[in-house]
């Protein structure tokens, strides 16, 4: 064993019993009583910020609750409060801060270094703002170290143990933003989408911040003895031994989780990704235990939140595709010209399906694990629209186009449904409803309830805009069915009018607009043209609402937020759902 050092005579005295690992285990230059003050300030701040955020949408659901029950009884004159601005802070705050993307226009259109490679997309303004803030409070407490302290080893100590403390407690929120049922869609009406953006953020914050634990533990250990007993004591103590496993797996998520990687392999990504949060778990749990660390509730805390998340979505699928009577869910795969399938669940039990609600679709046949997100464009769940694009959802339509029939009939579960928590539809008087391919499923729920409340006169509802953009009349074969129940609703004609924008007719004799409300165009979609035809005669106040791919939605969003702040109230919502 190597003598003590002068350092380490000077910190034990020279007749002190000498400790060579007193700085690598334990809590010796740990500061715990300011590590218990900066976890304090983060759960009151975290705190602070959920309240302020929960009293804006209060505030956000009762002035539209307002404007409904003032605008439903209201004729257009009437409505003419609701459509003009009453503030200059809040539609700055809405064009340069809530809706506006991190640059001029580019948000969730994927850029794409190569047909093949896809780096993912860009987080919008207030998205990085936040981002940005909590990763700057996460370096500001690592850094917070005491600088004055005569041995570097303590120093070292006290950055291990807040970079560790750090570290367990944001797995917290790491592992209940990446729910389905995370309780804060609903508290907060935030899309899952966004908590999904924040749960890839913290969990590079998470890894960056285990790899400084663990090299702050190794500088200590290594000065104490050698490189070779570091080694040695990873290899045969427990305590460290399942340390380097959590460490391991925390890199390996971070290290195959970049958007490249993770949308040229998902399937592949996917698996290795519960392996590696499961791994990850395990050796911090067991690493916490050993030791009985003071960190161990934060990590009994993510198993409770993991068993109820797990079981809430098993009981969802059980109710949905389990019977005793009715046996499990049966499920018919057709394939549509345009490169898409029409997948229809035959449910034992049958579940109502609330406006802007997804599901998650499981088709064995297809992969064992993987789920399909989409929108039912019924009340019902039976009847889905996914569109072939790559991975899960193109072998499932080649799979079926192979059958003499173009017809697969096979095994399938549904999980769901769950809400969006959208902006309060029936509290517009005009709403303006963009689609572009598949995504015109979201919006048929919403068209439908709009167009019959109006007629009821149990909304604000005057005016709705449904436009979809297509390539080709092929699609239009998607949701014929659906769109035919609508345009036969009670006062249809005096309240919906549908623009079909097809890009790439086949035919100039396929563009035919079968009447003054239903119309049909060649050529791309223009959102900003749309709105400068709807807003002058606006009812009431506007919604904008898209679904569909990125770069049709940022031409949505641009097109939006270049009409707010001049008048007209406008909001925009968008149901995206990027991984």
């Not at 300030?41 to 009762?62: E, H, K, N």
């Not at 517009?428 to 109006?454: D, K, P």
Request: glycine content about 6%; aromatic content about 10%; proline content about 5%.
């Amino acid at each position: 064993m190597a003598a003590p050092s002068n350092l380490s005579k000077r910190h034990y005295g020279s007749n002190a019993t000498y400790n060579p690992f007193e700085y690598s285990r334990g809590l010796a230059g740990v500061n715990v009583s300011l590590d218990v003050i900066i976890t304090r300030v983060i759960y009151l701040s975290v705190i602070g910020f959920a309240f302020v955020l929960f009293c804006g949408r209060i505030a956000q659901i009762s002035h539209a609750y307002l404007r409904q029950v003032t605008a439903t009884s209201s004729n257009r004159r009437e409505q003419k409060f609701w459509s003009l601005e009453q503030s200059t802070w809040w539609p700055w705050v809405k064009k340069h801060i809530m809706y506006a993307p991190l640059g001029k226009k580019r948000h969730n259109r994927e850029i794409q270094l190569s047909s093949a490679i896809s780096v993912g997309t860009l987080p919008s303004r207030f998205q990085t703002i936040l981002i940005s803030l909590y990763l700057t409070s996460q370096v500001v407490y690592c850094l917070f170290l005491d600088y004055a302290a005569n041995e570097k080893a303590a120093l070292v100590a006290e950055l291990r143990g807040r970079s560790g403390t750090l570290a367990v407690l944001n797995m917290v929120p790491l592992f209940l933003l990446a729910s389905r049922n995370n309780p804060l869609i609903s508290i907060l009406h935030i899309s899952f989408d966004t908590y999904n953006l924040l749960h890839r953020w913290l969990g590079r914050i998470v890894a960056l911040e285990t790899v400084v634990h663990t090299a702050a533990w190794a500088v200590n250990a290594v000065d104490e003895q050698d490189f070779s007993d570091m080694l040695r004591r990873l290899r045969t103590t427990p305590f460290f031994s399942w340390g380097l496993l959590g460490t391991v797996a925390m890199v390996c998520l971070a290290l195959h989780s970049p958007s490249p990687l993770r949308h040229a392999f998902y399937e592949t990504f996917l698996h290795l990704h519960q392996l590696f949060a499961f791994l990850a778990f395990l050796g911090v749990y067991i690493h916490l235990q050993i030791d009985a660390l003071p960190q161990k509730p934060w990590i009994i805390a993510i198993l409770v939140i993991w068993v109820v998340e797990r079981s809430t979505r098993l009981l969802r699928i059980l109710y949905l595709n389990v019977s005793t009577t009715n046996g499990l869910t049966n499920m018919t795969v057709e394939a549509l010209p345009g490169e898409a399938c029409r997948v229809t669940f035959h449910l034992p039990n049958r579940a109502s399906v609330p406006s802007g609600s997804h599901v998650y679709a499981y088709i064995p046949k297809v992969s064992w694990w993987m789920t399909h997100t989409t929108h039912p464009p019924t009340q019902q769940t039976s009847p889905l629209i996914i569109s072939a694009r790559a991975g899960m959802t193109r072998r499932l339509y080649n799979l079926a186009n192979a059958r003499p029939s173009h017809t697969l009939a096979t095994k399938g579960f549904i999980e769901g449904p769950y809400g969006s928590h959208p902006a309060n539809a029936p509290s517009y008087g005009t709403t303006v409803l963009f689609s572009a391919g598949a995504g015109i499923t979201h919006h048929l729920l919403y068209t439908r309830e709009l167009v019959m409340r109006a007629a009821s006169e149990t909304a604000a509802t005057r005016q709705v805009y449904l436009i979809w953009s297509v390539r080709s009349t092929d699609h239009l074969t998607w949701v014929g069915k659906w769109m035919d129940e609508i345009l036969r609703l009670p006062m249809r004609r005096d309240i919906l009018v549908v623009k079909l924008f097809v890009s790439k007719p086949r035919r100039p004799g396929d563009i035919v607009s079968p009447s003054a409300t239903v119309q049909m165009l060649s050529g791309r979609c223009k959102p900003d043209i749309i709105l400068d035809e709807v807003l002058p005669g606006r009812v009431g106040a506007t919604l904008v609402s898209v679904c569909g791919p990125g770069a049709f939605a940022d031409e949505v969003r641009a097109a939006a937020r270049g009409r707010i702040g001049k008048g007209a109230v406008v909001d925009f919502v968008e149901e995206a759902f990027t991984w």
